[in-house]
């Protein structure tokens, strides 16, 4: 049994989906992306000062995973479809961490 209702959880799930559309630039998600990525290279810097392997699990998002969520998250923003990527951000953070040595793991790669 859903301890949220569906409306809710609907409504918490399109708040945080803003990172799945395509044309990003339209939305916060560079910004916030960048800003999250300075910290975890503030992280990375303090592990190599110690000599400690940094590694990252990827951990995705349920709209990432649940069709049945997704397909509502879409339908709420009145987009189609093709105007979402829902392998964007994973993408983008892999793409970033190749660059700066981060090892990580993406557990649906």
Request: hydrophobic share 40%; net charge negative.
């Given at each position: 049994?859903?301890?949220?209702?569906?409306?809710?959880?609907?409504?918490?799930?399109k708040k945080r989906s803003y990172?799945?559309?395509?044309?990003?630039?339209?939305?916060?998600?560079?910004?916030?992306?960048?800003?999250?990525?300075g910290d975890l290279l503030k992280i990375k810097e303090i592990c190599d000062r110690q000599n400690i392997t940094l590694v990252l699990v990827l951990m995705h998002d349920e709209v990432q995973v649940i069709k049945n969520l997704r397909d509502k998250v879409v339908a709420s923003y009145n987009f189609s479809p093709e105007k979402f990527d829902f392998r964007q951000p994973n993408k983008l953070l892999s793409q970033k961490m190749d660059k700066y040595y981060i090892y990580h793991l993406d557990i649906l790669e």
């Open positions: 049994m859903p301890t949220v209702p569906d409306d809710f959880h609907l409504q918490k799930a990172i799945f559309i395509k044309d990003r630039e339209k939305t916060d998600f560079p910004e916030h992306f960048n800003d999250a990525f």
